[in-house]
């Protein structure tokens, strides 16, 4: 049976870990990464190493940083420009891996999701240990742990 292609964002590459590792089976993910939320540069910099190393052929957007005034904001910029790869490249379903963290609101991140893509696909990687298997995965490869979200508000 031919697999979906999909495209993935990832925030960054330890949670990245786990939602290819579980999406692989049933699709060919393609990691998108657009960081324009992360400040300053050189944290940027870091994690866009982390995610090269973790996925040579990663698609990585353009840096254009910019400071969104909420999480809900965030999420939105971030869901809707791989709406937008996602739609120009003929991708045939979409996720995030946002939902890795326990920090982050699966639910409002999924229904953001869905309300700017009928083709995203609604998860939540932390439920049955994926954040854990997040770290485990993420020490295995010797991946950079951030310890911040990334914006300017939270440093």
């Known amino acids: 049976m ?3 292609n999909f495209l993935l964002y990832v925030c960054c590459a330890p949670c990245a870990t ?4 579980r999406l692989s089976s049933e699709y060919n993910v393609t990691v998108f990464f657009w960081g324009n939320n992360i400040h300053p540069w050189e944290e940027y910099n870091r994690r866009l190493e982390a995610v090269l190393k973790l996925s040579p052929d990663a698609v990585i957007a353009p840096y254009k ?3 969104p005034t909420s999480c809900e904001q965030c999420f939105e910029l971030r869901l809707r420009a791989t709406a937008e790869y996602a739609k ?3 991708f ?3 996720a995030t891996s946002l939902t890795t963290s326990p920090h982050k609101d699966a639910e409002l991140i999924n ?5 700017i893509s009928a083709k995203y696909l ?3 990687f932390k439920k049955n240990d994926g954040f854990m298997r997040s770290v485990a995965l993420s020490k295995r490869l010797g991946l950079y742990r951030q310890k ?4 300017q508000t939270s440093i």
């Open 2 to 4: 031919k697999k979906s």
């Open 18 to 21: 786990v939602a290819i590792e």
């Open 65 to 67: 940083p910019i400071q």
């Open 88 to 90: 120009a490249h003929g």
């Open 92 to 94: 045939e379903r979409l």
């Open 111 to 115: 229904k953001i999701g869905t309300q």
């Open 122 to 124: 609604p998860t939540d």
């Open 148 to 151: 911040y979200c990334g914006c």
